[in-house]
T-cell receptor, first 114, second 113 residues
Framework: GNSVTQMEGPVTLSEEAFLTINCTYTATGYPSLFWYVQYPGEGLQLLLKATKADDKGSNKGFEATYRKETTSFHLEKGSVQVSDSAVYFCALSARGGGNEKLTFGTGTRLTIIP | EAQVTQNPRYLITVTGKKLTVTCSQNMNHEYMSWYRQDPGLGLRQIYYSMNVEVTDKGDVPEGYKVSRKEKRNFPLILESPSPNQTSLYFC????????????FGPGTRLTVT
């Protein structure tokens, strides 16, 4: 079946540091890939997505590239801010079959200290 | 404003007392789904619905029921809640169109004692 493995947390960084959160996946076919963010006390918000190999998703300074050869979708940001503190989920959605449910990783809690 | 709403946001109940968590979306989405979030497990799908009167089981359906009588609403029913259903629940919806982006509600934190 489909699965997503992402970097164990928690991750603590200083403001303006470089961020990488690793994500790899196992899926049949060609899934769409997503990063969702969950701020304290809130629901999940889509951060970025990529629907085919070599696509780069980007939003709010975050980027991730769909790497089919390494089955990866690592999240990066060049300079993090305190407001980026949240839980980040990598997810995939396999195409076809109607459900196209999201399969999530376990989440990575990120804390940015001033 | 396009949104998914859930009620209640917080609920503490006792074992065996039936409860319903409501979910409503105003985006005219065909697809709706329920997930539960547990520490160390991420989010797992409970049930989904492709359209009105069309529902099916997800990965962890035991102990839950759903219905889809109207396009905008997708309630989650726990007929006889048990402590292992203590969790954070999210409703989500999306269009049947491309992109497969799902929009999530704010979550319902349920505690069953």
């Amino acid at each position: 079946g489909n699965s997503v493995t992402q970097m164990e947390g928690p991750v603590t960084l200083s403001e303006e540091a470089f961020l990488t959160i690793n994500c790899t996946y196992t899926a049949t076919g060609y899934p769409s890939l997503f990063w969702y963010v969950q701020y304290p006390g809130e629901g999940l918000q889509l951060l970025l997505k990529a629907t085919k190999a070599d696509d780069k998703g980007s939003n709010k300074g975050f980027e991730a590239t769909y790497r089919k050869e390494t089955t990866s979708f690592h999240l990066e940001k060049g300079s993090v801010q305190v407001s980026d503190s949240a839980v980040y989920f990598c997810a995939l959605s396999a195409r076809g079959g109607g459900n196209e449910k999201l399969t999530f990783g376990t989440g990575t809690r990120l804390t940015i200290i001033p | 404003e396009a949104q998914v709403t859930q009620n209640p946001r917080y609920l503490i109940t006792v074992t065996g007392k039936k409860l319903t968590v409501t979910c409503s979306q105003n985006m005219n989405h065909e697809y709706m789904s329920w997930y539960r979030q547990d520490p160390g497990l991420g989010l797992r799908q409970i049930y989904y619905s492709m359209n009105v009167e069309v529902t099916d089981k997800g990965d962890v359906p035991e102990g839950y029921k759903v219905s889809r009588k109207e396009k905008r609403n997708f309630p989650l029913i726990l007929e006889s809640p048990s402590p292992n259903q203590t969790s954070l629940y999210f409703c989500a919806s999306r269009s049947q169109g491309g992109g497969y982006e799902q929009y999530f509600g704010p979550g319902t934190r349920l505690t069953v004692t």
